[in-house]
């Protein structure tokens, strides 16, 4: 069987994309290439460049590829942008997710992978976060990714395909540095960047009720993250048709946002200079979210591999192939 990677240009999508061939599963991209990179397609994997807004394209593209089963990462993810732009970010993340489903299930696609996010969580006020912990979404970023499980969900029960979703937490580093991350969101490219221009990282807050003070977040190599897709696609498989799993996929580890700075010092070689200013916390920024991992281990079989000085090895490989005057 073909599985449709949407998004698979993006840089979790490509991850996604080499771990399924690496492991013998066929796959065909579908991305209107908005931030993915055509670089990024391995040679003689069938690509389409497309929005999942295009309705008459999806319906040809899984029909013409024969696709049975997709795995759906394309959607726009910056929080800022969500608050700036709700009406942008609902149309793209949940018309979009609409409209790919409405070609999947005119089609007799048979699977679906909804890749979700720890941001469906809000704020949650506890030590480790399960699949059980009440929703709560602070920005239309959370608010899409959650109305996207109920929909994905829906759509499964009514028309008998197998459904899942993945709430991933933190992503970070690189299987190769052609696939690392080109955005500067998230922390480890923000540290990045303020290093290459000779400025000190920040951190936002650094008086919560942590043990050092800063923010504590659950970090995820994007390998780990591929590989939890294959795993998950590979479940759907073996599971009855309509059934839905969501699970997080997640170290169950935290890291406070000051170590995180200290060890991309230690990793990048700018030790000293790494060290951080505090500025005021961010309105939105929970204390403390760390996966609880037991659901993955015993649904799907699956645990992280990689830990945190990997991530940020890999991660400043990539960074580096982009910017060599940031090497020292």
């Given at each position: 069987m073909t599985w449709l990677i949407t998004g698979g240009a993006g840089f979790i999508g490509a991850h996604v994309v080499r771990a399924m061939l690496e492991a013998g599963e066929q796959v065909a991209v579908y991305d209107d290439l908005s931030t993915g990179d055509p670089g990024r397609i391995p040679e003689g994997v069938p690509f389409v460049k497309g929005?999942?807004?295009?309705?008459?394209?999806?319906?040809?593209t899984l029909t013409d590829l024969r696709i049975e089963g997709i795995v759906h990462l394309a959607a726009k993810k910056q929080v800022a942008e969500s608050v700036e732009r709700p009406l942008y970010y609902y149309r793209q993340n949940v018309h979009g997710l609409q409209t790919l489903l409405e070609a999947a299930a005119e089609t007799g696609v048979r699977y679906f992978l909804f890749s979700s996010s720890?941001?469906?969580?809000?704020?949650?006020?506890?030590?480790?976060?399960?699949?059980?912990?009440p929703c709560a979404p602070i920005n239309p970023y959370g608010e899409t990714k959650l109305a996207g499980e109920w929909l994905v969900r829906a759509v499964g029960r009514a028309h008998g395909m197998?459904?899942?979703?993945?709430?991933?937490?933190?992503?970070?580093?690189?299987?190769a540095e052609h696939l690392a991350d080109a955005g500067v969101f998230n922390l480890i490219p923000m540290v990045f960047e303020k290093l290459t221009q000779?400025?000190?990282?920040?951190?936002f807050g650094d008086d919560y009720d942590t043990e050092d003070?800063?923010?504590v977040r659950d970090f995820i190599h994007v390998e780990d993250i591929a590989s939890a897709h294959l795993a998950a696609a590979r479940a759907l498989v073996a599971r009855e048709p309509g059934s839905d799993l969501t699970v997080n996929i997640g170290r169950g580890e935290g890291v406070s946002v000051r170590e995180m700075i200290e060890l991309i010092g230690e990793v990048t070689g700018y030790g000293p200079d790494a060290a951080p200013v505090s500025t005021a916390r961010r309105p939105g920024d929970p204390a403390r979210v760390v996966a609880a991992a037991d659901r993955v281990r015993t649904e799907l079989g699956w645990s992280a591999r990689h830990d945190v000085r990997a991530m940020v090895t890999s991660a400043w490989a990539g960074w580096c192939a982009r910017h060599p005057e940031a090497r020292r």
């Amino acid at each position: 069987m073909t599985w449709l990677i949407t998004g698979g240009a993006g840089f979790i999508g490509a991850h996604v994309v080499r771990a399924m061939l690496e492991a013998g599963e066929q796959v065909a991209v579908y991305d209107d290439l908005s931030t993915g990179d055509p670089g990024r397609i391995p040679e003689g994997v069938p690509f389409v460049k497309g929005s999942t807004l295009d309705g008459e394209l999806l319906r040809r593209t899984l029909t013409d590829l024969r696709i049975e089963g997709i795995v759906h990462l394309a959607a726009k993810k910056q929080v800022a942008e969500s608050v700036e732009r709700p009406l942008y970010y609902y149309r793209q993340n949940v018309h979009g997710l609409q409209t790919l489903l409405e070609a999947a299930a005119e089609t007799g696609v048979r699977y679906f992978l909804f890749s979700s996010s720890a941001a469906v969580y809000g704020m949650p006020d506890v030590e480790l976060v399960t699949e059980i912990t009440p929703c709560a979404p602070i920005n239309p970023y959370g608010e899409t990714k959650l109305a996207g499980e109920w929909l994905v969900r829906a759509v499964g029960r009514a028309h008998g395909m197998t459904t899942a979703s993945l709430r991933y937490f933190n992503v970070a580093g690189a299987a190769a540095e052609h696939l690392a991350d080109a955005g500067v969101f998230n922390l480890i490219p923000m540290v990045f960047e303020k290093l290459t221009q000779g400025a000190a990282p920040v951190i936002f807050g650094d008086d919560y009720d942590t043990e050092d003070g800063t923010c504590v977040r659950d970090f995820i190599h994007v390998e780990d993250i591929a590989s939890a897709h294959l795993a998950a696609a590979r479940a759907l498989v073996a599971r009855e048709p309509g059934s839905d799993l969501t699970v997080n996929i997640g170290r169950g580890e935290g890291v406070s946002v000051r170590e995180m700075i200290e060890l991309i010092g230690e990793v990048t070689g700018y030790g000293p200079d790494a060290a951080p200013v505090s500025t005021a916390r961010r309105p939105g920024d929970p204390a403390r979210v760390v996966a609880a991992a037991d659901r993955v281990r015993t649904e799907l079989g699956w645990s992280a591999r990689h830990d945190v000085r990997a991530m940020v090895t890999s991660a400043w490989a990539g960074w580096c192939a982009r910017h060599p005057e940031a090497r020292r």
